[in-house]
């Protein structure tokens, strides 16, 4: 009676993870032809973030000096203190993690295809995932913000 089936019995899962075998010939196709545009978009990124705080740093300056054309205005005030620079890094932080992700995905992937390392695939796939949280979380406090900011102006025109 012990080596009967019981059919209403759950499914139990294997005490180890399934081993996959390797990729297919179309799969290392599809990583070999995404690998250089993963690199490509998170150099352009790094570009990007350096823009962002040469560009920062070149507003305090030019913000600061006294002859400037629009001293009377708000980019003036904010620029002329230390929170141009500082809002310039911040945005540049921001690109900077989805650039880094990005690049070193394409790179791990790069490498994985060149010798075969499962090590490799390995820390593709965790940038891979890495990336696309930062993007969950980014877009998540973004529209919490979206959302403030519009219940802030409702709120202003409703009680003014």
Known sequence: MSNEVNPYQSPEAPASPIQLQGLTVLMQMYLR???????????????????????????????????STWANSSYYK??????????????????????????????????????????DLELALKNNK??????????IICIITIILALVFVIGIAVFR
């Open 130 to 139: 890495s990336f696309w949280k930062f993007c969950g979380i980014y877009s």
């Open 33 to 67: 032809q995404a690998s250089p545009w993963l690199r490509f978009m998170g150099i352009l990124g790094f570009i990007g973030v350096g823009f962002y705080i040469f560009g920062s740093i070149i507003a305090t300056v030019l913000a600061s000096s006294h002859g």
């Open 78 to 119: 904010l620029f002329s203190s230390s929170a141009g620079v500082v809002l310039g890094l911040f945005c540049g932080l921001i690109i900077f993690f989805p650039s880094l992700y990005s690049y070193r995905f394409g790179a791990r992937i790069r490498s994985y295809l060149k010798e075969g390392n499962d090590e």
